[in-house]
């Protein structure tokens, strides 16, 4: 009996592709949002350095520091970490938790601390070995130290984009994120990134 169990888990084993999260780092560049737009007048604009490290062959940790300015400016950090699964040979599924801190200068010394915790899932897909699509969901509970009002928030926040693989090394991307996650000012942005992967 032992040995079936043990035939049937090499089985099953082995039809399971094994992702193998990439560790990398990136920057990019955010245009654009609704969130902070109180006027129409300012520029809306931010930038990112962001890392992931895969340190077996499913399991990964990460994180993402950043500005963010509008009419507020929006200062942050996010640690990241998940769990990558391949479907086929070009797709694959990922699970993420997440926890950010902000810092928001709000003008006239009204400054915030906003934090949340987010839960992700994503799809990855290659089209060909250059072009890829992606797509993210998450969930956000937040606390965004509003000292006006109530500070709890709960959202939704998507993304969709494509990435371009022009050497092993290095590729980009450009996604479109819509949703408001209570710590980095940012809603309605497009970003625009360059990966270096190792």
């Not at 590729?171 to 209570?182: A, E, F, I, T």
Request: charged letters at 20%; a negative charge; aromatic letters at 12%.
């Amino acid at each position: 009996m032992k040995k079936f169990i043990l035939i049937l888990a090499g089985f099953a084993m082995s039809g399971i592709a094994l992702a193998a999260p990439s560790t990398y780092l990136e920057f990019a560049y955010i245009t654009g949002g609704e969130n902070n737009d109180r006027g129409g007048n300012e520029d809306k604009d931010g930038v990112e350095f962001a890392g992931s490290w895969g340190f077996n062959e499913n399991w990964y940790a990460g994180g993402i520091i950043g500005t963010y300015d509008s009419a507020v400016d929006n200062d942050y950090i996010n640690a990241n970490g998940g769990y990558v699964q391949t479907i086929n040979e070009k797709t694959s599924v990922f699970l993420e938790g997440g926890l950010w801190l902000g810092e928001q200068d709000n003008g006239a010394g009204e400054d915030t601390d906003p934090r949340a915790l987010e839960a992700k899932v994503g799809l990855n897909s290659a089209l060909s070995d250059k072009l890829g699509l992606f797509g993210t969901f998450s969930y956000v509970i937040g606390d965004t130290d509003d000292p006006g009002g109530d500070d709890d928030l709960k959202n939704f926040i998507w993304s969709l984009g494509g990435s371009y693989t022009f050497t092993e090394s290095f590729s980009m991307n450009v996604k479109l994120v819509d949703g408001v996650n209570g710590v980095n000012g940012q809603n309605e942005v497009l970003r625009i990134g360059g990966r270096w992967t190792f």
